[in-house]
Each structure stands twice: as C-alpha cells, then as structure tokens.
C-alpha cells in the first residue's frame, strides 16, 4: 500500500493550529450541516461517535440535535481534548470499537487523508450496529483548485519544475463506490462547494496553516517555496480567479456521505442506474424503529 499522507506530521500541523488562533469555519460549516442531517432522522441513537473530528466541533452539534444519549471521540492524540474530556486515543486509520458496538459515527473532514480509505470504510461498518448510520463530511475534487493550479504554474515558470503543493481529492463517484465496497447499505453521497473570498493568497495560506491544512504528502518537497513564487502565485492568482472587487476565491468542495449497516427491516435496494434519491430522504427513510 502506498504512503501517500505523513500522518505524524498531520498530527503535527493540527496541534500547532489548535496551540494557535484556529481557523475553524470549514469545521464550523461541516458540524452544522451533518447536524442537521441527522436532525431529520426519525430515531435516536444510543452510542456516538466522532472520529477525528479535530475541533469537537461535530461532537458538540450532534450532542445538541437531541438525537443522541452520548457522544465520544475518537482522536489521534490526547491533546485534542477539551479541558476536562476524555478521548480515545488511535491512529488515524485505526477504528478502536468492538464489532457492531456504536449506533452512530461521524467523521468530519478526516478520511481524505487516510492511506488505506477503504480498509478505513470496512472497520466503520464492523464498528456499527445493523441499521447503525454512518455519516461523513470528505473535502472532495475541486477544493482549492485555484491554489493548486497558481502554485502550480508559478513554480513551473521560475524553477522549470513543480512538485505537488495541495494534496489530491477524491471524486464524488469514487466515494460512493468505496462505500459500496465497504459493504454499506443504502450508500448516498451528494457534494457541496464553499466560496471563501480573501484579499490575496497569503491570507489564504494563513488561514489553510490555521486549520491545519499544511502539505502533509510523505512525497512532498522539503524545498519551501521562494518568495519570489509566492509573489509570482499571488499575481496569479488575482488575474485568473479574482473577482470585479479585487478580492480572490478559493473553493472548498465537500461530499457529504451517508451508509447504513445491514439490516433486514431496510428497503432492497434500486438496480444500478436507476437511483434517484437525494441524501435527505435517504437518511429519513434509511433507519428503522
């Protein structure tokens, strides 16, 4: 299996976003809309978990939808916890929960930065109970576009080289297909793009270190980019991805996930191709009593 995430260094850059000011508004945005998703499920859940959630954000608005007894969290290093709280400790590829134990796991904007996803998905799975929900929040293809492609270009015009700067996404399709591997049921995936507006790149990159963000690709270059790469990405960016004010996008593209474990009281399901349900009505129509 390939290597393709330093998951120490991962640690790494979270902690120092925490130990700083956090940029938290992805998590914020992200703990909200699975809230709420799971706000429309008729049914409550008697174990909860979040898996790396970083913050605790999803955590504490899970907690607050009523739908739930309790929520844990699972995290990758014991200095995630709030003061006071307690956590799991595990690698970020690792479920620690006994077969069919939790009714619910939540994972916000972690699994795209697992090496073996889909190992990750078949635990999850074993993890739940039948008719146990699974529920994801996965930066997906097309966040940070615009500063991939700038990097990109910049370092390719003035060193005659480029190595990888943003980290590879995964598509919609490739989701829900891992759900399906993973041997969910009634597995649905939908996508959501964010537009956050910045003055220029360097507020951006601030703000990607302050979510703990920063290049954690084991194949990464150890060179830091030059000042003059970050001017010539910065102009870069304002001619091709500014807006009529002068201020820059950047994109943010989520997939929201949903799969349920196994359960005879679950609808069969549709024959390939002709699904035609969106998530909202999946997750209402996706638990028994």
Do not use: C
């Amino acid at each position: 299996m390939e290597t393709l995430f330093d998951h120490a260094l991962i640690d790494t850059n979270r902690l120092r976003a925490l130990r700083g000011t956090p940029a938290d508004f992805l998590l914020d945005v992200v703990a909200r809309e699975l809230a709420e998703r799971l706000s429309v499920i008729d049914r409550r859940f008697e174990r909860a978990v979040e898996l790396h959630g970083h913050t605790g954000a999803t955590a504490r608005a899970i907690a607050e939808t009523g739908k739930v007894d309790g929520v844990e969290r699972i995290e990758s290093d014991a200095r995630f916890a709030a003061p006071g709280e307690t956590l799991t400790v595990a690698p970020l590829e690792t479920v620690p929960l006994e077969p069919q134990s939790v009714n619910l796991i939540v994972s916000p904007l972690s699994l795209h930065l697992t090496n073996d996803t889909p190992g990750v998905f078949v635990q999850i799975r074993r993890a739940l109970k039948p008719d146990g929900l699974f529920l994801a929040a996965i930066p997906g293809s097309g966040t940070l576009q615009e500063l991939r492609e700038v990097l990109l270009a910049a370092e390719s015009e003035i060193s005659g080289g480029a190595s990888p700067r943003v980290i590879p996404f995964p598509d919609v399709r490739d989701v829900g297909a891992l759900l399906q591997r993973g041997g969910f049921a009634l597995p649905v995936t939908d996508k959501e793009a964010y537009t956050v507006r910045y003055d220029s790149i360097f507020p951006l990159m601030r703000d990607l270190r302050a979510m703990g963000m920063a290049n954690p690709l084991s194949g990464r270059s150890r060179r830091p980019l030059t000042r003059g790469m970050l001017l010539r990405a910065a102009e870069l960016y304002a001619e091709r991805f500014s807006d009529p004010d002068g201020r820059i996008r950047a994109t943010f593209s989520v997939i929201y996930v949903s799969g349920w474990a196994p359960h005879e009281s679950q609808q069969k399901p549709l024959k390939p191709g002709s699904a035609t349900m969106r998530l909202a009505d999946a997750l209402k129509q996706g638990g028994g009593s």
